[in-house]
């Protein structure tokens, strides 16, 4: 309940903020006396497509540490804890990239990398994660999240988001007005309810049109973080059979924002074409495939 009410609130939070600057620049003056302004509709879009993405990517790792309840265990003395922080130094002075803080949680197996920038970034596991899982399939999961921090992923999927989001905004806006001034024949100054009623139905079929590009452009992402953990280990078995071992286990639910940035999902049915994970099958077998 805490991780919901927290997603909840930083949503309204982050739709407040970028109410206020839209409000503050003008920027929802796009609707005039003489029609509709598209520079200024696209300024409006431009704000809320990008400007929700790019803070929800800025607050990434403190709300990861709230969400999650994790605690950051660089300087631990734990044999285990010392153990996972150097493995995560390890990867990363491989992939080029400054060691990314090391965080443990209570839950299912699964493990998670966020953070705004390569060099300030939080890679997490679970308990869930250690106790079901060999060293060794510990370290592939581990070179799978410090692949996603080298590649620039969570910044790379902010502005794949922003750009589906400002698509949505737009377009549908411009349908709707197309609608509301052409089809429905409103003479008045301002829009109509036609206008309304469309933008809020094409809001929601574009937004599902952006989703499903979105989630294909993660799933992707993820076939190449797995390739990079094989190349950052030196051999691809330890990656297939950490993909094996969380085929057979439950990855639980994480928290909605941080579901892109995991090493497992469960993608059922027509369903799967919204998930931000390939099967497990279609993971190991493009593994098995390389050289």
């Given at each position: 309940?805490?991780?919901?009410?927290?997603?909840?609130?930083t949503?309204?939070?982050?739709?407040?903020?970028?109410?206020?600057?839209?409000?503050?620049?003008?920027?929802n003056q796009?609707?005039?006396?003489?029609?509709?302004?598209?520079s200024?509709?696209?300024?409006?879009?431009?704000?809320?497509?990008?400007?929700?993405?790019?803070?929800?990517?800025?607050?990434?790792?403190?709300?990861?540490?709230?969400?999650?309840?994790?605690?950051?265990?660089?300087?631990?003395?734990?044999?285990?804890?010392?153990?996972?922080?150097?493995?995560?130094?390890?990867?990363?002075?491989?992939?080029?990239?400054?060691?990314?803080?090391?965080?443990l949680?209570?839950?299912?197996?699964?493990?998670?990398?966020?953070?705004?920038?390569?060099?300030?970034?939080?890679?997490?596991?679970?308990?869930?994660?250690?106790?079901?899982?060999?060293?060794?399939?510990?370290?592939?999961?581990?070179?799978?999240e410090?692949?996603?921090?080298?590649?620039?992923?969570?910044?790379?999927?902010?502005?794949?988001?922003?750009?589906?989001?400002?698509f949505?905004?737009?377009?549908?806006?411009?349908?709707?007005?197309?609608?509301?001034?052409?089809?429905?024949?409103?003479?008045?100054d301002?829009?109509?309810?036609?206008?309304?009623?469309?933008?809020?139905?094409?809001?929601l079929?574009?937004?599902?049109?952006?989703?499903?590009?979105?989630?294909?452009?993660?799933?992707?992402?993820?076939?190449?973080?797995?390739?990079?953990?094989?190349?950052l280990?030196g051999?691809?078995?330890?990656?297939?059979?950490?993909?094996?071992?969380?085929?057979?286990?439950?990855?639980?639910?994480?928290?909605?924002?941080?579901?892109?940035?995991?090493?497992?999902?469960?993608?059922?049915?027509?369903?799967?074409?919204f998930?931000?994970?390939?099967?497990?099958?279609?993971?190991?077998?493009?593994?098995?495939?390389?050289?």
């Amino acid at each position: 309940m805490k991780r919901v009410l927290l997603f909840l609130l930083t949503n309204l939070g982050v739709m407040l903020v970028l109410g206020i600057t839209v409000q503050v620049l003008g920027l929802n003056q796009f609707l005039t006396a003489q029609g509709l302004s598209l520079s200024g509709l696209l300024g409006f879009a431009l704000l809320m497509g990008f400007g929700g993405a790019f803070i929800s990517l800025l607050i990434s790792k403190p709300m990861a540490k709230w969400t999650t309840g994790l605690r950051i265990i660089d300087g631990s003395p734990d044999p285990t804890h010392q153990w996972l922080v150097a493995t995560v130094a390890r990867f990363s002075a491989a992939a080029g990239i400054r060691a990314p803080e090391v965080g443990l949680y209570e839950g299912p197996p699964n493990a998670f990398a966020t953070g705004a920038f390569k060099n300030s970034a939080l890679v997490a596991v679970s308990t869930g994660l250690l106790q079901s899982m060999s060293r060794e399939e510990v370290e592939a999961v581990i070179g799978h999240e410090v692949a996603h921090v080298a590649n620039g992923d969570m910044v790379t999927m902010a502005l794949i988001q922003g750009v589906m989001n400002t698509f949505v905004v737009f377009l549908s806006r411009v349908i709707g007005y197309v609608v509301d001034k052409l089809v429905l024949r409103n003479n008045q100054d301002g829009p109509g309810m036609g206008y309304y009623l469309t933008t809020l139905v094409m809001d929601l079929l574009l937004g599902v049109v952006a989703a499903l590009v979105v989630a294909w452009f993660s799933r992707q992402r993820e076939f190449r973080a797995d390739a990079d953990a094989t190349r950052l280990m030196g051999r691809k078995q330890p990656m297939i059979h950490a993909l094996a071992r969380l085929h057979g286990l439950d990855p639980g639910e994480m928290p909605q924002a941080l579901k892109a940035m995991g090493i497992s999902a469960r993608p059922q049915g027509w369903l799967a074409w919204f998930s931000s994970h390939p099967p497990m099958e279609a993971r190991i077998a493009r593994l098995q495939q390389l050289g």
